[in-house]
């Protein structure tokens, strides 16, 4: 019996999608810190300040999260094994982030409950990734 090693339609449909969604995180990323009209417009003053005191560390773990999930998608579609540990990283930086949003930072006061429903999103998409890409390598979809 011969196995082949192409990954399934399953498999290209997960690594576009997670591509076009970490693409949207960089995108937020990147409007938040040019702090564009485009962004603001979508929050109240006490929220944009709340977002703009964020401290550096956190920023940097945001950047981390969205930028390696990013590079993580782009290894996934280039069917390369390090888009697991790239994916690890990113994942790391949405931890330290959703800890930032959730524990340290006033966003339940400001947003609201629903300020945890994203973050948690963000956190089980970042964990099915990884262990996605994890499992693509053992199936050896990944070089």
């Not at 998608?73 to 982030?97: D, E, H, N, P």
């Not at 959703?98 to 340290?104: A, T």
């Amino acid at each position: 019996m011969t196995t082949t090693n192409k990954p399934t339609i399953g498999f290209w449909m997960i690594a576009v999608i997670a591509f076009i969604w970490n693409l949207m995180g960089a995108y937020m990323y990147i409007i938040q810190k040019y702090k564009t009209e485009s962004f603001e417009s979508q929050y109240t003053s006490m929220q944009l300040e709340m977002i703009y005191s964020m401290p550096a560390w956190a920023t940097a773990a945001f950047a981390i999260a969205v930028f390696g999930g990013v590079l993580g998608s782009v290894t996934l579609l280039m069917r390369k094994k390090i888009a697991a540990s790239i994916y690890f990283l990113s994942l790391i930086g949405i931890i330290v982030q959703m800890i930032y949003n959730i524990f340290i930072s006033a966003a339940i006061e400001v947003y609201g409950p629903g300020a945890i429903v994203m973050p948690i999103m963000v956190l089980v998409i970042g964990v099915f990734l990884y262990t996605y890409s994890k499992k693509s390598s053992i199936k050896g979809w990944l070089n």
